[in-house]
């Protein structure tokens, strides 16, 4: 049939790995005794994929139709040994033989075998008349393995429409706009990214011996608890835009609305202390909505032999959590013996911190005599914390939602030109307006009963004769909870990078070498400058599950918490392009 094309493909992914972690004695407390760890990992993923595909043109008119399958299959094999204690650290003796085998528990081994596999049929129309009317709708139906057998199929429509004005013949008349579009679109999505298994409980056997009678019998331990309802995640966004261009393409004009709400997310809830150190389970817990405004500008033109454009870019995005399927907030951000730095619940975004408010330092027995009771062991130089619900005392219930760890909005400008064999080009990005705890600022302050450094401004602590000062008194034990969730380690993370900077030039014009397209030597810098008040590492932190009670808590409740990330590198190239 004129028009059709069937296609069918099948393709793998093979990995093979392997591991080899051997930790030296460094001192008696450090890598002490020796181990080795090895693994071997074999990871293959198939995929198969069949379409049949149609496309014809009638007069004005295009139709197009798409009807599609994949599937996807993933097996990964895992074995690996260790071993303690050896007694010699030259890299001909790491090896697994070479330990002490005589000890107890020297030597250890594992294994495990994981499978995953994804099956999805697909369907895609669309229809365009002179290309000033276009038409486009998708649905698609997904099974996946790691949902339980009730829940294991999703369906995801989505639809999208667009009118080029500017090909109307009422538009040929205004010269000066290029091109001017209409966009609307409505869709669905799905997410199954949370593990493996996440429907089934995980148990452990073996790790304990019981006497019943005269039977010994192998115990069992459940490592994390399954939940056989979880089903699909769920995103709907709906997205109005405008396209323009001006003066024959010379400035671009592209704005989008957009709204996406995201229902029956997947995250681990964390559970009572009574239920033990079982990870928990994921729950399909909330519904949260994300709406905002999206604008990008290019102008580009020239002046004799000089070529230049300028671009720019601005997004705000809100976040909101809509709903909480128990109705219990979220808490999130663990690490610290004070609790959850975030609390996640209706009409506040997702991570919200959850703090105490400063009102600066105590500097003096009167003035802590006739405050709000925090602790019977406060003293001058202690923080002094805010008495939110006016019952007369500091206690969790002044703990309130206290900044944002999403921006007001965030930009980026990119400059470039050239002018005879000279070239440049350069990338500016920067967000504002959101907040940071500063964590690892928590450490760095109160590190006296630790083994590494602190800050240098703790050298401006608070002492009886330096009193004009933010930074408390020096405290081993923190007896009034200094350390405590709370405003004094919150950072405004505002910033601006220079991401990128490239200069070149092409020496083909003064070589006039025949076989030689082009001869260009260039230098670069990556993140050249950071211009911010963070006292942090690096203002653009990443995420982090921040939880180091090991439960796996999603790091979407954590986004704003610096634990101490490592800064982006800055790094100079300098490099060489030759073109035949």
Same mark, same amino acid.
């Given at each position: ?6 296609r069918?493909?099948l $393709? ?14 460094l ?12 693994? &071997?990992?074999?990871?293959?993923? !198939?995929?198969?994929n069949?379409t ?10 295009r139709?197009?139709?798409l ?11 895992y ?6 204690n050896?007694r010699r650290?030259? #890299?001909?003796?790491?090896y697994i ?6 000890? %107890?528990?020297?030597?250890?081994a594992? @294994? ?13 129309a669309?229809?365009s008349?002179?290309?000033?009317y276009?038409l486009?709708?998708a649905?698609?139906?997904? $099974? =996946? ?13 989505s639809?999208?429409?667009?009118? +080029? ?5 009422f538009f040929?008349? %205004?010269k000066?706009?290029s091109?001017?579009?209409f966009?609307?679109?409505?869709g669905r999505? @799905?997410? *199954? ?6 429907? =089934?409980s ?11 009678g ?6 069992a ?15 709907e ?10 003066w024959g ?21 964390p559970?009572? *202390? ?6 928990p ?14 604008? @990008? ?17 601005? =997004? ?10 128990? =109705? ?5 951000g663990? /690490? ?8 996640t619940e209706?009409?506040? #975004?997702? /991570?919200?911190?959850f703090?105490?408010?400063?009102e ?11 405050s ?8 001058? $130089?202690?923080?002094?914390f805010?008495?939110?619900n006016?019952?007369?005392k500091?206690d ?5 939602h206290?900044g ?8 980026g400008?990119?400059l ?9 080009s350069?990338? %500016?990005?920067?967000?504002? $307006?959101n907040?940071?705890y ?26 009886p ?6 930074i ?6 923190d007896? +009034?909870g +200094?350390?405590?969730?709370s ?22 014009s ?7 397209a082009?001869? &260009?030597?260039?230098?670069?810098a *990556? ?11 690096d203002?653009e932190?990443?995420a ?5 009670? @090991?439960l ?5 409740l ?8 490592v800064?982006a ?6 490099? !060489?392009?030759?073109?035949?």
């Amino acid at each position: 049939m004129e028009g059709l094309k069937l296609r069918s493909t099948l $393709g793998g992914d093979f990995q093979f790995e392997r591991e080899k972690l051997f930790k030296k004695r460094l001192s008696a407390a450090v890598y002490d005794p020796t181990s080795l760890n090895e693994g &071997r990992v074999f990871n293959q993923t !198939l995929v198969w994929n069949n379409t049949a595909d149609f496309q014809r043109t009638f007069g004005d008119h295009r139709i197009s139709a798409l009807l599609g399958m994949e599937a996807i299959q993933n097996h990964t094999d895992y074995l690996g040994a260790s071993a303690n204690n050896f007694r010699r650290n030259d #890299p001909l003796f790491r090896y697994i033989d070479a330990s002490i085998p005589e000890e %107890i528990g020297n030597l250890g081994a594992s @294994g495990i075998a994981t499978e995953w596999a994804l099956l999805s049929y697909f369907a895609q129309a669309g229809y365009s008349f002179k290309n000033r009317y276009v038409l486009s709708a998708a649905v698609r139906r997904d $099974g =996946s393995s790691r949902f339980g057998r009730n829940n294991r199929w999703g369906v995801f429509p989505s639809v999208s429409a667009a009118w +080029n004005i500017s090909n109307e013949r009422f538009f040929e008349n %205004i010269k000066f706009v290029s091109s001017l579009k209409f966009r609307a679109s409505w869709g669905r999505l @799905g997410n *199954q990214e949370i593990g493996i298994y996440p429907y =089934s409980s995980l148990v452990s056997t073996g790790d304990f011996v019981y006497v019943f009678g005269n039977e010994i019998v192998t115990g069992a331990t459940i490592l994390e608890t399954g939940n056989s309802n979880i089903r699909w995640e769920t995103s709907e966004q709906s997205n109005l835009g405008l396209d323009m261009s001006f003066w024959g393409d010379r400035l671009s004009l592209t704005a989008d609305l957009f709204r996406k709400r995201t229902d029956d997310i997947l995250v681990r809830v964390p559970v009572p *202390q009574a239920g033990g150190a079982v990870r928990p389970p994921f729950v399909n817990a909330a519904s949260v909505e994300n709406k905002g405004v999206e604008l @990008g500008l290019i102008y580009k033109n020239r002046a004799g032999k000089f070529n230049y454009n300028i671009g720019a870019n601005i =997004s705000a995005i809100r976040n909101e959590v809509l709903s909480i399927a128990d =109705s219990e907030p979220i808490l999130g951000g663990f /690490g610290l013996s004070d609790g959850a730095l975030t609390k996640t619940e209706p009409g506040h #975004p997702v /991570g919200s911190f959850f703090l105490y408010e400063t009102e600066g330092l105590f500097q003096t027995q009167a003035e802590i005599d006739a405050s709000p009771f925090q602790t019977i062991n406060t003293r001058p $130089g202690d923080v002094k914390f805010a008495d939110l619900n006016g019952d007369n005392k500091i206690d969790d219930k002044d703990r309130q939602h206290i900044g944002n760890p999403f921006p007001d909005f965030t930009y980026g400008v990119n400059l470039g030109f050239n002018w005879n064999n000279f070239d440049f080009s350069t990338l %500016i990005q920067g967000v504002y $307006g959101n907040d940071v705890y500063f964590l690892y600022g928590n450490f760095a302050y109160e590190t006296q009963s630790r083994g590494f450094n602190s800050y240098r401004d703790i050298l401006n602590r608070w002492t009886p004769t330096n009193t004009n000062t933010d930074i408390p008194k020096v405290s081993l034990d923190d007896r +009034n909870g +200094n350390r405590r969730p709370s405003t004094r380690f919150l950072e405004d993370g505002s910033y601006l990078r220079i991401r990128n900077v490239t200069l070149g030039y092409n020496f083909k014009s003064l070589l006039k070498w025949e076989n030689v397209a082009g001869l &260009r030597l260039y230098v670069t810098a *990556q993140n050249a400058l950071t211009f911010t008040k963070y006292p942090g590492l690096d203002p653009e932190i990443q995420a982090n599950a921040n939880d180091t009670r @090991g439960l796996g808590l999603s790091s979407d409740l954590a986004v704003g918490i610096d634990w101490g990330t490592v800064p982006a590198p800055r790094t100079f190239i300098a490099g !060489l392009k030759l073109d035949f």
